[in-house]
């Protein structure tokens, strides 16, 4: 099996409130667990830095389903590629919250999205 990553930045739409986005993760739990999707989402307020990992073509469809999804504004992939092993491999989908201006500028995820990877991995790990 081909495993994949894809990496994404979106906004959230004004109408996705704290209950929506709770909802949306139980969802994404259960779905993702059937589909062999493992990730991450790192939310600052209305930001949103996502990592899933899984099949390529189920991947793929996914994130198509994502970018299509008006609760996403903005949504554009940072980094994407063809993985040996599995990042999150315990994770169906965790939520995580980030704080500090500088967190993830524009600048940083165009110079250096593999780095950001890493970053990602290391951040959301030493925070359960």
Same mark, same amino acid.
């Given at each position: 099996?081909?495993l ?11 109408e =996705?409130?704290? %209950? *929506? =986005?709770? @909802?949306? /993760?139980v969802?994404a739990?259960?779905?993702?667990? %059937? /589909?062999?999707i493992? &990730?991450?989402l790192?939310r #600052?307020?209305p930001?949103? /830095? !996502?990592?899933l *990992? @899984?099949?390529?073509?189920t991947?793929?469809?996914?994130? !198509?389903?994502?970018? %299509?999804?008006? #609760? +996403? =504004? +903005?949504f554009?992939i940072?980094? *994407?590629g $063809? =993985? !040996?092993g599995?990042?999150?491999? *315990?994770?169906?989908? $965790?939520?995580?919250?980030? +704080? &500090?201006a500088?967190f993830l500028s524009?600048e940083e995820l165009?110079?250096?999205p593999e @780095?950001?990877?890493?970053m990602?991995y290391?951040?959301?790990?030493? /925070?359960?």
């Amino acid at each position: 099996m081909c495993l994949r990553y894809v990496m994404y930045t979106s906004t959230a739409a004004p109408e =996705l409130g704290d %209950a *929506e =986005l709770l @909802g949306l /993760l139980v969802r994404a739990r259960h779905n993702n667990q %059937a /589909l062999g999707i493992t &990730g991450v989402l790192v939310r #600052r307020d209305p930001c949103f /830095l !996502q990592y899933l *990992e @899984g099949p390529a073509a189920t991947l793929a469809t996914l994130t !198509q389903t994502i970018a %299509a999804d008006s #609760r +996403h =504004l +903005h949504f554009q992939i940072v980094a *994407e590629g $063809d =993985l !040996q092993g599995r990042q999150f491999g *315990e994770w169906s989908m $965790d939520l995580r919250g980030a +704080h &500090g201006a500088d967190f993830l500028s524009d600048e940083e995820l165009a110079d250096d999205p593999e @780095g950001i990877k890493y970053m990602l991995y290391g951040f959301a790990t030493t /925070l359960l």
